[in-house]
C-alpha cells in the first residue's frame, strides 16, 4: 500500500520517435533528475532519453537501453 499506483507511465512517440515517461508516484527520478507528478487523467510528459535508468521510490531501478 505505500507504492502509489499507478506509478508511471512510458509512451513511445513514433512522429518524434522518442519515449516519454509521466510520474504519478511519490517520488520518480530519471538520470538522477527528479521529475515532477502528474495526475493519471493529465499526464505531464517529460523526454525519456535512451540509456536512462529510473528509480522508483529509491526502490525500484528500471534501465531504458537500445541495443
Given at each position: 500500500?505505500?507504492?502509489s499506483t499507478p506509478h508511471l507511465s512510458i509512451r513511445f512517440d513514433k512522429q518524434?520517435?522518442?519515449f516519454f515517461v509521466?510520474?504519478?508516484?511519490?517520488?520518480?527520478?530519471v538520470?538522477?533528475?527528479e521529475i515532477a507528478?502528474?495526475?493519471?487523467?493529465?499526464?505531464?510528459w517529460t523526454e525519456l532519453p535512451l540509456?536512462?535508468?529510473i528509480v522508483l521510490?529509491?526502490?525500484?531501478s528500471i534501465n531504458?537501453?537500445?541495443v
Open positions: 500500500e505505500w507504492v518524434s520517435d522518442k509521466a510520474s504519478f508516484g511519490e517520488k520518480t527520478i538520470n538522477e533528475r507528478n502528474s495526475e493519471p487523467a493529465n499526464p505531464q540509456n536512462s535508468r521510490n529509491g526502490i525500484v531504458l537501453f537500445k
